[in-house]
């Protein structure tokens, strides 16, 4: 599944920084577990749908799965043995560049301990550290 993205102002962009805090998106919200980024980095939306394909095969679509990440960001490349000049390259994948503390993925109706073990594995299936991390409710304060 390739993922398209939503429309963009511009069909090119320039690369930007890739160290970064999140500023937006840093909290659990929809469900009862979550996976933060404890790195910043880049995702591109096979690394995405892999890791959301581990989590759905350790849950065994038990339980509600948000992915609240978006590859919109379009990265250029060039061919290979093309001389400098002549503009900029052709867009050949897309990206999210994620900020430390942004929530990546959250999940609900499932037990703690299934919900550690899918986000360990998919967290082997993105390029960047993560941490598991759970809502805190408004009882236990």
């Given amino acids: 599944m390739i993922l ?11 690369r930007g920084k890739t160290k970064l805090n999140s500023k937006a998106g840093c909290f659990v919200e929809l469900g009862t577990y979550g996976l933060r980024a ?15 394909i581990v989590i759905t095969r350790i849950i065994k679509r038990i339980g509600k799965l948000w992915i609240r990440i978006f590859p919109n960001i379009p990265i250029t490349k060039k061919p290979i043995e093309v001389r400098m000049g002549r503009g900029k390259g052709e867009v050949y994948d897309w990206i999210f560049k994620i900020g430390i503390g942004r929530i990546i993925f ?9 919900a550690r073990m899918a986000f360990k594995a998919a967290s082997h299936k993105l390029g960047i550290n993560t941490s598991f991390i759970c809502k805190v409710s408004d009882l236990t304060r």
């Fill in 38 to 52: 404890t790195s910043s980095g880049r995702i591109n939306g096979v690394q995405i749908e892999s890791a959301r």
């Fill in 4 to 14: 398209k993205p939503r429309t963009t102002k511009y069909k090119k962009c320039f």
């Fill in 106 to 114: 959250e999940l609900q109706g499932t037990s703690e301990e299934v």
